[in-house]
Nanobody, 120 residues
Framework: QVQLVESGGGLVQAGGSLRLACAAS????????MGWYRQAPGKQRELVAS???????EYTDSLKGRFTISGDTAKNTWYLQMNSLKPEDTAVYYC??????????????WGKGTLVTVSS
């Protein structure tokens, strides 16, 4: 069974940086897409960034230039580098992926989330 586990969240001051990591485990054949979403208190979950297996990236317009998604396919791990953090970036960050695994073709998986708090 495929599982996604996030790490790297925490408390940071405005202007600081954090790097989140998401590790996928299980009998994985290919990670078709990998991404990050976030959900702030009282708001809907929104896409932060995504990346295909071919390396094509997509970002929410408001975050371009501050956030960068990258992946290490050998480790089935991807990252979200977050720079120049603002208090409004405070949210639970979830990793997401569409994965082809043993007995499961191209299914969507979610991590449990990691909290990022940016203090002013």
């Amino acid at each position: 069974q495929v599982q996604l586990v996030e790490s790297g969240g925490g408390l940071v001051q405005a202007g600081g940086s954090l790097r989140l990591a998401c590790a996928a485990s299980g009998t994985i054949f290919v990670i078709n897409t990998m991404g990050w979403y976030r959900q702030a208190p009282g708001k809907q979950r929104e896409l932060v960034a995504s990346m295909t297996s071919a390396g094509t990236t997509e970002y929410t317009d408001s975050l371009k230039g501050r956030f960068t998604i990258s992946g290490d396919t050998a480790k089935n791990t991807w990252y979200l580098q977050m720079n120049s953090l603002k208090p409004e970036d405070t949210a639970v960050y979830y990793c997401n992926a569409r994965i082809t695994a043993l007995f499961h073709a191209d299914m969507e998986y979610w991590g449990k989330g990691t909290l990022v708090t940016v203090s002013s």
